[in-house]
């Protein structure tokens, strides 16, 4: 929540529609009413299936266990697959409403739900889920790439760390986990920007299109370098994102081991 304005600020810049147009640097925390809602029940599944992945007897016989790179980025990818669940529907209405999308008209996350339901309504209830599950695959198509490459960098800094101070508690602590978070979420995030720009610019669009056809129109209409869009404030909203969210998750998971 605190970090949302760099996150509109990101969303902006991504729009078809341009920065200013998008709104600018007016109303940063408008749609953050679906991130209140939808952002603990997400991480929840998220943890709930790395963890289970990772410490599972399959991960122990096939993967290498719970300290390989290669356990990482499975219980990683499945995890975003479960998360998505949760987070795709928040991420159509919120960007719909950072980006003030053509068609909706002002207001925040309750007239983005409005908008995103009367896109599908004339077509049933399948229409209405389409709308809101908009973007899905290519959301798991970022997704499932940024996790690869940061949970593995998270845990290998994070043993990198507790070799360094050389003794004391072997777990990592929440500050260490906090830097090697941070570190792995900017590195993740500014590799998977082109991913993330268009997921975006297909959440915005009028009408659905596949991924294929809005990478070639993007690329036709604006160059390759409108793929990095954005890039800035997503490598700084999701690094410092990265060591609250993974700090604090360490912080906590390390108070409860020791109850």
């Not at 207001?107 to 739900?113: D, E, R």
């Not at 960098?153 to 978070?181: I, P």
Request: aromatic share 8%; proline share 3%; hydrophobic share 45%.
């Amino acid at each position: 929540m605190t970090l949302f304005p760099l996150d509109t600020l990101k969303t902006r810049l991504q729009s078809a529609s341009g920065f200013l147009a998008a709104g600018g640097f007016r109303h940063l925390y408008r749609g953050i009413g679906s991130v209140f809602l939808g952002s603990a029940p997400g991480a929840a599944l998220f943890f709930v299936s790395y963890e289970g992945i990772r410490h599972s007897s399959f991960s122990q016989r096939y993967l290498g266990g719970d300290g390989a790179a290669v356990a990482a980025m499975a219980a990683g990818a499945v995890g975003e697959v479960a998360a998505c669940t949760v987070r795709v529907p928040v991420e159509v209405v919120k960007q719909r409403a950072q980006a003030q999308a053509t068609g909706q008209g002002k207001g925040g996350s309750v007239a983005a739900v409005r908008y995103v339901v009367g896109l599908g309504r004339d077509r049933g209830f399948w229409g209405v889920w389409r709308e809101v599950y908009r973007g899905y695959g290519v959301t798991i198509t970022r997704e499932i790439p940024f996790t690869i490459i940061q949970f593995p960098l998270w845990e290998v800094l994070k043993r990198g760390m507790v070799r360094w101070r050389e003794g004391g508690e072997r777990r990592a602590t929440a500050v260490e986990s906090a830097v090697c978070g941070s570190v792995a979420g900017g590195v993740a995030a500014a590799l998977t920007t082109p991913l993330d720009v268009l997921k975006t610019r297909m959440m915005l669009a009028d009408k659905s299109q596949s991924m294929v056809s809005m990478l070639a129109r993007i690329v036709g209409e604006e160059g390759v370098r409108t793929l990095l869009s954005g890039i800035g404030p997503r490598v700084m909203w999701i690094s410092a994102g990265g060591a609250v969210f993974l700090g604090a998750y360490t912080g906590a998971a390390n108070a409860l081991a020791a109850l």
